[in-house]
């Protein structure tokens, strides 16, 4: 079975500052681990992803996540936070080991970020 | 290329009644999956399709049926919706190449 938690509800974070939102997972194989991104009433959007390599991963609108193996997480980060990154973030697993492609999501974590 | 496109985006019905979602993709992906997001619970996999033919149960399947049209629709019905089917339902299609997954907008569906 895979499992994702997302401990924090909503995150908050000053506009500049740096922000993370907390992601861990656990699965029986080899993780595929992904950020994605849902604005107000929209679908989700790809943010990145780690598959294998460095476990430091660089994705879209300046997010970068870091893989860590011996603590099963996978914490996404921003150096220096926007208003415009206010949204609901998922985090998501998918066993690589298994022959099922789907996706299983953590509950998602609001970040809010102020002026 | 529009992407991923859901119909209806809002719906309303009465416990008992029936409907149809739909969901086309025009990227040529060979996977399609329905999820529903409710508050505090992320996404639930409902059905899957890996491909043209086949269709694959998920998380949370009681209560709906998939039907893999052709390549490019992947449908959801709900043959006697309940209160509890009120939720929030997207779909997606995956490249294979690069396992990720693109998302339509949703279905608000609301049923009294």
């Known amino acids: 079975a895979q499992s994702v938690a997302q401990p924090e509800d909503q995150v908050n974070v000053a506009e500049g500052n740096p922000l993370t939102v907390k992601c861990t997972y656990s699965v029986s194989g080899n993780p595929y681990l992904f950020w994605y991104v849902q604005y107000p009433n929209r679908g989700l959007q790809f943010l990145l992803k780690y598959i294998t390599g460095d476990n430091l991963v660089k994705g879209s609108y300046g997010f970068e996540a870091e893989f860590n193996k011996s603590q099963t997480s996978f914490h996404l980060k921003k150096p220096s936070a926007l208003v415009s990154d206010s949204a609901l973030y998922f985090c998501?697993?998918?066993?690589?080991?298994?022959?099922?492609?789907?996706?299983?999501f953590g509950s998602g974590t609001r970040l809010q970020v102020q002026p | 290329n529009a992407g991923v496109t859901q119909t209806p985006k809002f719906q309303v019905l009465k416990t008992g009644q029936s409907m149809t979602l739909q969901c086309a993709q025009d990227m040529n992906h060979n996977s399609m999956y329905w999820y529903r997001q409710d508050p505090g619970m992320g996404l639930r996999l409902i059905y899957y399709s890996a491909s043209e033919g086949t269709t694959d149960k998920g998380e949370v399947p009681n209560g709906y049926n998939v039907s893999r049209l052709n390549k490019r629709e992947f449908s959801l019905r709900l043959e006697s919706a309940a209160p509890s089917q009120t939720s929030v339902y997207f779909c997606a299609s995956r490249r294979t190449s690069v396992d990720e997954q693109f998302f339509g907008p949703g279905t608000r569906l609301t049923v009294l």
């Open positions: 998501a697993v998918r066993d690589k080991d298994m022959g099922r492609r789907a996706l299983t």
